[in-house]
Antibody, heavy 124, light 107 residues
Framework: EVQLVESGGGLEQPGRSLRLSCLASGFTFDDYAMHWVRQGPGKGLEWVSGISWNSGSIVYADSVKGRFTISRDSAKNSLYLQMNSLRADDTALYYC?????????????????WGQGTTVTVSS | DIQMTQSPSSLSASVGDRVTITCQASQDINNYLNWYQQKPGKAPKLLIYDASKLDTGVPSRFSGSGSGTDFTFTISSLQPEDTATYYCQQCDNLPITFGQGTRLDIK
């Protein structure tokens, strides 16, 4: 079964850090670009960051650029999001997603696999 | 950034009705337009990709059309389990952007 399982969320104070993880299974992880998408409480979907299959292309939303770092480890079939200098408006449910088109971040086939999400709450 | 304008923001329809949601992009997105369904407390699910292609296992009552900047999502015969919020998304240019969502309720 194709599956993405996120972990690492929690309650953290403004200015502190968190590291999210996403464990992929049931498919060849190296064949796909991956993304993080978040959803604030009662709000819509916001793309956060994407990484190509070989980490050769990495991109961020302006709202997190310079604070968040996306990475992947093919040996562990895992995607990560290092979140530094957290702010209250980073509070959200964070989803790990697979790029359905394969290797690249943009283009065809949408985000065809989603995890169940991990909740990040930033509050003092 | 490409702005995705989705309408309506909410609608209520009866079982069996034909339902249509529209999404307009602020520039040509080369048909890299996707539609997602999100039920309460669940992750979004891809229904339609590349404007008109049905994802695997998605019922045929769902369809998508359009090109360039104007796109339409249709449910041909609304079912009770279709109660959800629907989002459009463009994957042509960075940053990837979503519409604001359409909440669909059953009358």
């Amino acid at each position: 079964e194709v599956q993405l399982v996120e972990s690492g969320g929690g309650l953290e104070q403004p200015g502190r850090s968190l590291r999210l993880s996403c464990l992929a299974s049931g498919f060849t992880f190296d064949d796909y670009a991956m993304h993080w998408v978040r959803q604030g409480p009662g709000k819509g979907l916001e793309w956060v960051s994407g990484i190509s299959w070989n980490s050769g292309s990495i991109v961020y939303a302006d709202s997190v650029k310079g604070r968040f770092t996306i990475s992947r480890d093919s040996a562990k079939n895992s995607l990560y999001l290092q979140m530094n200098s957290l702010r209250a408006d980073d509070t959200a449910l964070y989803y790990c997603t697979r790029a359905g088109g394969g290797y690249e971040i943009t283009g065809t086939a949408g985000m065809d696999v989603w995890g169940q999400g991990t909740t990040v709450t930033v509050s003092s | 950034d490409i702005q995705m304008t989705q309408s309506p923001s909410s609608l209520s329809a009866s079982v069996g009705d034909r339902v249509t949601i529209t999404c307009q992009a602020s520039q040509d997105i080369n048909n890299y337009l996707n539609w997602y369904q999100q039920k309460p407390g669940k992750a979004p699910k891809l229904l339609i990709y590349d404007a008109s292609k049905l994802d695997t296992g998605v019922p045929s009552r769902f369809s998508g059309s359009g090109s360039g900047t104007d796109f339409t999502f249709t449910i041909s015969s609304l079912q009770p389990e279709d109660t959800a919020t629907y989002y459009c998304q463009q994957c042509d240019n960075l940053p990837i952007t979503f519409g604001q969502g359409t909440r669909l309720d059953i009358k």
